[in-house]
Protein backbone atom coordinates (compact mmCIF):
# COMPACT_ATOMS: atom_id res chain seq x y z
CA UNK A 1 0.00 0.00 0.00
CA UNK A 2 3.27 2.40 0.28
CA UNK A 3 3.63 2.31 -2.96
CA UNK A 4 0.25 3.30 -4.30
CA UNK A 5 0.12 6.00 -1.22
CA UNK A 6 3.79 7.47 -2.74
CA UNK A 7 2.64 7.38 -6.32
CA UNK A 8 -0.50 9.52 -4.99
CA UNK A 9 1.31 12.15 -3.76
CA UNK A 10 3.91 12.42 -6.11
CA UNK A 11 0.96 12.93 -8.93
CA UNK A 12 -0.65 14.78 -6.53
CA UNK A 13 2.26 17.18 -6.48
CA UNK A 14 2.88 16.81 -9.82
CA UNK A 15 -0.39 18.55 -10.56
CA UNK A 16 0.39 21.20 -8.09
CA UNK A 17 3.64 21.94 -9.76
CA UNK A 18 1.79 22.35 -13.33
CA UNK A 19 -1.20 24.24 -11.78
CA UNK A 20 1.43 27.10 -10.50
CA UNK A 21 3.40 26.81 -13.58
CA UNK A 22 0.20 28.05 -15.84
CA UNK A 23 -0.97 30.24 -13.14
CA UNK A 24 2.63 31.68 -13.67
CA UNK A 25 2.78 31.82 -17.44
CA UNK A 26 -0.65 33.36 -16.95
CA UNK A 27 0.45 36.39 -15.05
CA UNK A 28 3.69 36.50 -16.69
CA UNK A 29 1.33 36.75 -19.85
CA UNK A 30 -0.06 40.07 -19.06
CA UNK A 31 3.44 41.87 -19.87
CA UNK A 32 3.26 42.73 -22.91
CA UNK A 33 4.57 45.97 -23.59
CA UNK A 34 7.63 47.41 -24.24
CA UNK A 35 7.19 49.35 -21.00
CA UNK A 36 5.91 46.64 -18.98
CA UNK A 37 8.81 44.04 -19.97
CA UNK A 38 11.61 46.55 -19.06
CA UNK A 39 10.00 47.08 -15.76
CA UNK A 40 9.85 43.39 -15.27
CA UNK A 41 13.16 42.56 -17.14
CA UNK A 42 14.81 45.24 -14.06
CA UNK A 43 12.85 43.47 -11.41
CA UNK A 44 14.35 39.86 -12.41
CA UNK A 45 18.11 41.68 -12.70
CA UNK A 46 17.98 42.25 -9.21
CA UNK A 47 18.15 38.27 -8.60
CA UNK A 48 20.15 35.60 -9.79
CA UNK A 49 19.68 33.53 -12.83
CA UNK A 50 18.86 30.78 -10.70
CA UNK A 51 16.05 31.79 -9.28
CA UNK A 52 14.63 33.14 -12.44
CA UNK A 53 15.18 30.58 -14.79
CA UNK A 54 11.82 29.03 -14.49
CA UNK A 55 10.32 32.87 -15.17
CA UNK A 56 13.07 33.46 -18.16
CA UNK A 57 11.67 30.04 -19.79
CA UNK A 58 8.22 31.16 -19.73
CA UNK A 59 8.79 34.15 -21.35
CA UNK A 60 11.13 32.79 -23.92
CA UNK A 61 8.60 30.92 -24.97
CA UNK A 62 6.11 33.32 -25.07
CA UNK A 63 7.83 35.51 -27.05
CA UNK A 64 8.35 32.77 -29.84
CA UNK A 65 4.88 32.10 -29.87
CA UNK A 66 3.74 35.56 -30.50
CA UNK A 67 6.85 36.02 -33.07
CA UNK A 68 5.19 32.52 -34.86
CA UNK A 69 1.76 33.64 -34.36
CA UNK A 70 3.08 37.12 -36.01
CA UNK A 71 4.70 35.43 -39.07
CA UNK A 72 1.75 33.07 -39.50
CA UNK A 73 -0.54 36.37 -39.95
CA UNK A 74 -0.24 39.04 -42.66
CA UNK A 75 -2.21 41.70 -41.34
CA UNK A 76 -0.53 41.67 -37.80
CA UNK A 77 3.21 42.47 -39.85
CA UNK A 78 1.76 45.79 -40.14
Do not use: C, V, W
Not at 28 to 36: D, G, K
Amino acid sequence: MKFIRDTRTAISHRLAERRAHRRLSDELAAFRTAAERSELDLMLGRHSAEETREIHAILNRQDASRRYRTALDPARRG
